[in-house]
């Protein structure tokens, strides 16, 4: 059975950083292509990030441009968060599809919490 995993998630203050990672059970990552999302209570699902299968192409949200940066090897895919606001709080999932244009039905993780606050 395909399965996602997240790791890394937890309590920062504004401005301070966090290392998301999701990693795979039961396939191996290097086939398909990863995005991150996050849900914020009450607010709508939100793509924050993808990375092609080749690592070639990355794509990001525009309010997290310049402040995340992911990237991949052959086991995980992380997601650099940098400058972190109040606002990014929100559960952040990884998901994998074939391309980053997508429809992430099928496969994601479980999320970890991300909460940003003093």
């Known amino acids: 059975q395909l399965q996602l995993v997240e790791s890394g998630g937890g309590l920062v203050q504004p401005g301070g950083s966090l290392r998301l990672s999701c990693a795979a059970s039961g396939f191996t990552l290097d086939a398909y292509a990863i995005g991150w999302f996050r849900q914020a209570p009450g607010k709508e699902r939100e793509a924050v990030s993808c990375?092609?299968?080749?690592?070639?192409e990355t794509t990001y949200a525009d309010s997290v441009k310049g402040r995340f940066t992911i990237s991949r090897n052959s086991a995980n895919v992380f997601l650099q968060m940098n400058s972190l606001k109040p606002e990014d709080t929100a559960v952040y999932y990884c998901a994998a599809d074939y391309y980053c244009s997508g429809s992430f039905a099928d496969y994601w993780g479980q999320g970890t919490q991300v909460t940003v606050s003093s």
């Open positions: 990375i092609s299968h080749t690592g070639g």
